[in-house]
């Protein structure tokens, strides 16, 4: 009998435990999101909530993005057809420096800020850097808490 209970009360905590984990993760305000293509961004609502810029190509392909809701953040990568090379930087302005990002994630290039692509400063306050076919598109910063 004071076995089962040992067992019952080990099941309860490891259920409570699960079900803490599960309700912070579903709770979580930091999103993250993988599309095809542009036409998956669009059908998602991204660029109508503001997660993803205007002048996003539409040849855009492989694009992943990840957005910080409470804090207004946002990271994107995407590859883009050459064609639309034009298109996607008269959105914005050649410069020297961009800030970090104010996220990370597995498929954001590490070397981002010290790579040979091109900065850019864009009309609604975010950053861009082309590096051949790949763009990687960032706005807000991660204040802390």
């Known amino acids: 009998m004071k076995n089962n209970l040992c ?17 912070c993760s579903v709770l979580s305000d930091v999103r993250s999101n993988t599309y095809e293509n542009y036409e998956a961004v669009v059908a998602a609502g991204e660029i109508e909530r503001g997660w993803v810029p205007e002048f996003l190509p539409q040849s855009s392909a492989n694009i992943y993005v990840k957005y910080k809701v409470d804090a207004n953040v946002s990271i994107l990568a995407f590859n883009f057809a050459a064609d639309d090379l034009e298109m996607l930087t008269q959105a914005c302005t050649p410069t ?12 954001w290039s590490d070397d981002l800020l010290t790579s040979h692509g091109t900065f850019f400063r864009c009309e609604d306050d975010g950053y861009l850097v082309v590096d051949g076919l790949q763009g990687y598109y960032w706005f807000g910063y991660d204040l802390p808490y």
């Not at 970090?100 to 994630?105: A, D, F, G, S, T």
């Open 7 to 23: 067992i019952f009360r080990f099941v309860i905590g490891m259920l409570t435990v699960f079900i803490v984990l599960t309700a």
């Open 96 to 107: 020297e420096e961009v800030p970090e990002p104010p996220l990370n994630e597995k498929w």
